[in-house]
């Protein structure tokens, strides 16, 4: 393995996508997606959190100072980014669903969803490129699982922070994949 400065990745440019679970995602990361893709616009320099964090349990036995097994008991995969664009789609995905409307000509009411609502659930996709590298994160199936703090203020913008967080779909085994075309990526033959 050793050294080598072009593996060290920059994600220099990115962008945030939704869609209706089940919506099939583009193999090649290089292309952008389309409808029924929402593109999320903006975000802040913060970029997007990828956190995949398992739950484990030990098992420790009378001879031995250490456990003696572990195992896997759940596994957590959160996105987490702050959307800087104010508009329909992105605050219904901040708040997890709801509603825009005309009320008069001109005069458009946003209402949150209603106590009882489900949580929507979507595909989420993040690209990112740095050069001529294209990398695409893709969760299956998931829903934002925190709520929304965000300020009014005179000296910066109304920021819509989101912790998306992944469901495994029923018909598969894992919640998420990733997709390259970085050649350090192909298989040892």
Do not use: C
């Not at 440019?13 to 929402?38: K, M, Q």
């Not at 949150?112 to 969760?139: F, K, N």
């Not at 598969?172 to 075309?181: C, K």
Request: glycine share 8%.
């Amino acid at each position: 393995m050793g050294q080598n400065s072009q593996e060290i990745r920059v994600a220099q440019f990115g962008r945030i996508y939704v869609a209706p679970v089940g919506t099939d995602v583009e193999d090649d990361p290089a292309v952008a997606l389309t409808s029924p893709f929402v593109d999320l616009g903006y975000a802040t320099e913060d970029g997007v959190g990828f956190n995949a964090n398992p739950s484990i349990e030990e098992i420790r036995s009378w001879q031995k100072s250490t456990p003696t097994r572990r195992f896997v008991t759940g596994r957590d995969v959160v996105a987490s980014f702050t959307l800087q664009q104010v508009n329909p789609e992105n605050f219904k995905l901040a708040f997890g669903g709801g509603e825009v409307s005309e009320v008069d000509p001109g005069i458009y009411q946003y209402d949150p969803p209603a106590d009882t609502a489900d949580l929507p659930e979507l595909v989420l996709v993040v690209d990112a490129q740095d050069g001529d590298i294209h990398d695409r994160y893709e969760v299956y199936r998931g829903s934002v699982m925190e709520g929304v703090d965000f300020s009014l203020v005179r000296t910066g913008a109304t920021l819509l922070p989101i912790q998306f967080a992944a469901l495994t779909p029923d018909d598969q085994d894992r919640p998420w994949r990733y997709l390259t075309d970085d050649p350090a990526f192909e298989p040892a033959s």
